[in-house]
């Protein structure tokens, strides 16, 4: 297993994937949030110290029992995310496991589409074409961003004003009565 350092400067880690699978190598490591910068471009300004300004993540690569080439990412972070309703910033954890199967061509990306119906076949695994300069904290972006809410929002928003339309008087359904002559 490789330990994979902090990359908080342009510093990028790159492997080739087909040998990295092949040799089924494990690395994981860590890297502020801020240094993600397609994640944050729309967020809230991120933290810039503790536990929750950091991602960590980790790659492993393996052969499937059918012999295909195998990558399982898995990432943890908590960006600050804006809610909807309340428009209060909070912490969006994320903690995510994709397996990715490495295809060496473009029309291999395409074989879980029937040709004739094009429908996609959704048991398929995800596929990425295999790259000797596959940077690796890329994927772990791109699989952050597919794991944020599209509309981020509270479970319970923790000051939660009542508008002033809550405050009127609800009119009565006309199917009240039919209400009251079930009883």
Request: with cysteine; proline share 5%.
């Amino acid at each position: 297993m490789v330990r994979a350092q902090t990359m908080s400067t342009a510093k990028r880690l790159t492997i080739d994937s087909a040998d990295f699978v092949r040799v089924e190598r494990h690395i994981d490591g860590q890297a502020p949030i801020a240094s993600f910068t397609r994640l944050i471009e729309d967020l809230p300004e991120q933290a810039s110290q503790g536990e929750a300004s950091m991602v960590y993540w980790s790659l492993q690569g393996y052969k499937a029992p059918r012999g295909e080439s195998m990558l399982r990412l898995s990432v943890q972070a908590a960006p600050l995310v804006e809610c909807q309703r309340c428009l209060g910033a909070f912490h969006y954890p994320i903690d995510a496991e994709t397996t990715l199967e490495l295809v060496k061509s473009e029309q291999d990306l395409a074989l879980d589409v029937d040709g004739s119906t094009g429908e996609i076949d959704h048991d398929a695994s995800e596929k990425i074409l295999a790259s000797t300069h596959l940077d690796v904290l890329d994927l772990v972006e791109d699989e952050l961003i597919l794991c944020l809410p599209y509309v981020p929002t509270h479970d319970i928003c923790p000051d939660q004003v009542a508008l002033p339309e809550d405050n009127l008087e609800k009119e009565a359904s006309p199917f009240a009565v039919l209400e009251k002559l079930k009883k």
